[in-house]
């Protein structure tokens, strides 16, 4: 299904490069497309929705997202997303500037689609109604995007001719938002349940992704009673697909196992046709990466609780400064490379990973060194490596067709059991069908780490629940920003392993300082090269 569901798409951005105007809000498919003569063919029509699939995400964005917020760190050059986390960007940012362009390329997709589909001679009516709903949902997808970063954006429903786009004024967040509930509610009803595609067509958008992302969209807004209704369409109801933790919480990331029963919609890669590479600069060295370019801090690893059901600061929870990685939550070692810790080569063997200063044996056999050495150096910033998502079954350069997944059933019994606390509504019942089968997946066994808490913050016990079921899955930084702790956690230095001088935040690596203002930063810029196409577009504040 793979090869043949986005060979298409590889085909059809090719076309695009050729028939791609210059100016944004009109970059993806123009003249050609639009042309009464190309739509003669369902194939032809699926060449353009599976171009609109592509521009869903990206697995740049995916790992980036991490180092703009505190749970990974980028150690080596000056990118934008550095330039955003240090407070220094400006309008002019790339990553601004792209994020607005690559979304609004993929929302001009689907408006072409959604507006000559219909041009196509005996196509099965039933197949181009699932097809307009995938090609909404899709636009769904990235106005949420947009209106998550940016706050107003231009909002429209069809293909805007170019000088529309010089003169079209951004529409209110509330008015995005309604529009995105709108048409999630309205493709629900027409969308397959997961269950009901063949193989052929596995990883496509499914009735149960448009519920979760709508519950997604309730859930950046706080507004709680929404999410946790929303999520009960999906927890325990089978009407609007079959969903259920994956048994092994590492094995949900392995390409064995991809479309396995906890995703519900993951971004689609083809081994050697369609590949990601971000991997060669985030594993450990002698594993067979270039260099290192982000890592895990140390304040992703400290949230990581300790068997017994105790953060590792809590009274009782024997956490040892000298053994640190002892009795953690087991999905520290499925997430996070640390010192000491094992790495199941593509041969099947496993290499212990040493990256403590000084720690590597003299009869390494594996070529690189892994060990921590100071700002600058190829190897890791802050004492930690990547493991989540690696491929034993990666292309030289370590390119992937691993699938990423965008949406999992974890998240949905996060959301819930968030949900449901915020409205006061979070008891025994509650806990037993979120936070504890999501620890039981995990492989905690001790009572008390399982059992409903009857002391500690529960909303404190949920934010760490949720950062680390879902940790460098590309979300923390909009959780953040929705419970507005950005401008604390990121207005601060970060921290690497205890290989730092000791004099110094008590020997953790104290990396570059970052900055956040709250004022300002909540709300990214309106590109300056969108404001030079049509100053009626504004800006926000602070910018």
Not at 403 to 415: F, G, H, K, Q, S
Request: charged share 25%; hydrophobic share 35%.
């Amino acid at each position: 299904m793979k090869l043949n569901f986005l060979k298409y798409s590889v085909v059809a951005m090719a076309c695009l490069a050729t028939l791609s105007g210059c100016q944004d809000l009109d970059l993806a498919p123009t003249d050609k497309f639009t042309e009464a003569n190309y739509w003669t063919s369902p194939e032809k029509a699926s060449m353009v929705l599976n171009t609109a699939y592509s521009q869903l995400s990206s697995s740049g964005r995916y790992f980036s997202n991490e180092t703009l917020s505190d749970n990974m760190y980028e150690g080596r050059g000056n990118s934008s997303e550095k330039m955003i986390s240090s407070g220094q960007a400006d309008a002019s940012n790339s990553r601004f500037s792209d994020e607005w362009k690559n979304s609004y390329a993929g929302i001009k997709t689907c408006n072409v689609f959604l507006e000559n589909v219909d041009k196509v001679p005996n196509m099965n009516e039933t197949l181009r109604n699932r097809m307009k709903a995938e090609a909404r949902f899709i636009r769904a997808w990235l106005y949420l995007q947009l209106t998550t970063w940016y706050g107003d954006v231009p909002l429209f429903d069809k293909d805007i001719s170019l000088s529309e786009s010089k003169t079209i004024a951004r529409s209110p967040k509330a008015d995005v938002l309604a529009f995105i509930y709108s048409e999630l509610d309205e493709v629900t009803e027409i969308l397959p349940v997961n269950t009901a595609y063949a193989e052929a067509d596995r990883g496509r958008i499914t009735k149960g992704a448009a519920i979760a992302l709508k519950a997604r969209a309730y859930l950046y807004q706080n507004d709680w009673a929404n999410v946790a209704a929303t999520c009960e369409k999906l927890i325990g109801n089978t009407s609007n697909g079959t969903y259920a933790l994956f048994p092994s919480y590492a094995g949900i990331f392995k390409p064995e196992n991809e479309y396995n029963s906890e995703v519900i919609l993951d971004y689609q890669y083809v081994p050697s046709l369609r590949v990601w590479e971000e991997m060669y600069d985030m594993a450990p060295l002698s594993a067979g990466a270039r260099i290192n370019a982000k890592a895990p801090t140390q304040e992703l690893v400290d949230d990581y609780i300790m068997l017994n059901g105790k953060a590792i600061h809590e009274s009782g929870s024997n956490y040892d400064e000298n053994n640190p990685y002892k009795n953690r939550d087991p999905r520290l070692d499925a997430t996070i490379v640390y010192h000491g810790a094992k790495w199941t080569r593509p041969d099947g063997t496993v290499q212990t990973i040493y990256i403590k200063p000084g720690s590597t044996p003299s009869d390494n056999t594996y070529g690189k060194v892994d060990e921590y050495i100071g700002a600058g150096s190829n190897s890791t910033s802050t004492g930690y490596y990547l493991k989540k998502n690696y491929d034993p079954t990666s292309e030289i350069g370590m390119k992937s067709g691993l699938n990423l997944i965008l949406i999992r059933y974890a998240d949905v019994l996060l959301m819930y059991a968030e949900a449901m606390n915020e409205l006061g509504k979070m008891d025994e019942a509650v806990w037993n069908k979120t936070i504890r089968p999501l620890r039981l997946r995990a492989g905690f066994t001790d009572a008390p780490a399982l059992n409903y808490p009857t002391e500690g913050n529960m909303q404190t016990i949920i934010r760490r629940e949720r950062r680390v079921e879902l940790a460098l899955e590309g979300l923390r930084i909009f959780d953040i920003r929705r419970w507005k702790t950005a401008e604390t956690v990121l207005n601060t230095y970060p921290h690497g392993a205890r290989f730092g001088e000791a004099s110094i935040d008590n020997g953790y690596i104290r990396l570059e300082k970052r900055s956040f203002n709250p004022e300002r930063d909540y709300l990214w810029a309106v590109p300056l090269s969108q404001k030079d196409l049509n100053p009626n577009l504004g800006q926000n504040p602070g910018y």
